[in-house]
């Protein structure tokens, strides 16, 4: 298998960066890492956040547990769990993946040459 795909392979399926690290690039591939467990971290907290939240308000007993209760406690926390640094982070998260994939495979074609 030629480097180039190999290495692609590595930041597409085990993690953005772990193809830099297999051409020797540390600094990139650190750096890359890093930034993955940062953007993924913030999803999940985030997620947890609103799931505690969400929690809480229907084991109050100021909402009913039917359907309208549940769907208005739901829209109350989705507004209030700052949906838009989620999407930020997944955004970072699926930015860095991409250009991870391509800089490892663009790095290990000029190996290969």
């Known amino acids: 298998m030629k480097l180039s795909t ?14 830099q690290l297999i051409l ?3 600094l990139s591939g650190s750096i890359f890492i890093i930034i ?5 971290t913030v999803i999940i907290v ?6 505690y939240s969400l929690a ?5 007993d100021a909402v009913k547990l039917d359907m ?19 999407s930020i982070a997944v955004l970072v998260f699926f930015v860095t993946w991409i250009v ?6 663009r790095i ?3 190996m290969d040459k």
Do not use: E, M
């Open 6 to 19: 190999k290495a692609a392979l590595w930041s597409a399926f085990a993690i953005p960066g772990a193809g």
């Open 24 to 26: 020797k690039r540390y």
């Open 36 to 40: 993955s467990v940062i953007s993924l």
């Open 46 to 51: 985030k997620l947890f956040d609103f799931a």
């Open 56 to 60: 809480n308000q229907i084991s109050s």
């Open 68 to 86: 309208a209760g549940t769907i208005g406690v739901l829209g109350n926390s989705i507004v209030d769990a700052k949906v838009h640094i989620i």
């Open 100 to 105: 991870s994939i391509v800089d490892a495979y």
């Open 108 to 110: 290990g074609d000029s």
